[in-house]
T-cell receptor, first 117, second 111 residues
Framework: GAVVSQHPSWVICKSGTSVKIECRSLDFQATTMFWYRQFPKQSLMLMATSNEGSKATYEQGVEKDKFLINHASLTLSTLTVTSAHPEDSSFYIC?????????????FGSGTQLSVL | DAKTTQPTSMDCAEGRAANLPCNHSTISGNEYVYWYRQIHSQGPQYIIH???NNETNEMASLIITEDRKSSTLILPHATLRDTAVYYCIVTRSSNTGKLIFGQGTTLQVKP
């Protein structure tokens, strides 16, 4: 079946540095990918929709200058957390759906645990 | 997308059926009921979906009431590996992946 790969699985960084998270669709081309954030014991919160070849669409309250999204190819979207601070520590998850299919063909990455010291 | 309401948590004995309810009283005629689950520290996984008829696949069964205002996900023989948070999401079939997750139900399968 289709697979979405997310890397790294976990990352620790110092406050003020930037961190890049990659999301790849391994056996299908994804024109649209989605990024979520999840705090401990909370549900997933949609951050943004990543569109191949165009600007990402951010949800209300999500700082686009802090969470930079790039979707330069049909199989790769990246999320860069710029000038990370401890409050950005969270579990970040991406997803992508097989084009032309419903969300029953929506696949999620395994997530990235970000810890900012 | 219609709002959904699920119990916060449920327990189930291993080997028994787990029945997870979901209320979606404001569901529209063109909206489907989808179920996903998230095992701890992993990304969510699709389980099953339906419009108005009951559905069954290798993972679970979905029972939707006749008025479509509620549904029940059934795991026929729960195992310890089914311990997870289960999310009921109501959305149109044209949705390509922009999902709004509620709090879900934490299912604890006990030996």
């Amino acid at each position: 079946g289709a697979v979405v790969s997310q890397h790294p699985s976990w990352v620790i960084c110092k406050s003020g540095t930037s961190v890049k998270i990659e999301c790849r669709s391994l056996d299908f081309q994804a024109t649209t990918m989605f990024w979520y954030r999840q705090f401990p014991k909370q549900s997933l919160m949609l951050m943004a929709t990543s569109n191949e070849g165009s600007k990402a669409t951010y949800e209300q309250g999500v700082e686009k200058d802090k969470f930079l999204i790039n979707h330069a190819s049909l199989t790769l979207s990246t999320l860069t957390v710029t000038s990370a601070h401890p409050e950005d520590s969270s579990f970040y998850i991406c997803s992508a759906s097989v084009p032309g299919q419903g969300i029953e063909k929506l696949f999620f990455g395994s997530g990235t645990q970000l810890s900012v010291l | 997308d219609a709002k959904t309401t699920q119990p916060t948590s449920m327990d189930c004995a291993e080997g028994r059926a787990a029945n997870l309810p979901c209320n979606h009283s404001t569901i529209s005629g063109n909206e489907y009921v989808y179920w996903y689950r998230q095992i701890h520290s992993q990304g969510p996984q699709y389980i099953i979906h339906g419009l108005k008829n009951n559905e069954t696949n290798e993972m679970a069964s979905l029972i939707i009431t006749e008025d479509r205002k509620s549904s029940t996900l059934i795991l026929p023989h729960a195992t310890l590996r089914d311990t997870a948070v289960y999310y009921c999401i109501v959305t149109r079939s044209s949705n390509t992946g922009k999902l709004i997750f509620g709090q879900g139900t934490t299912l604890q399968v006990k030996p």
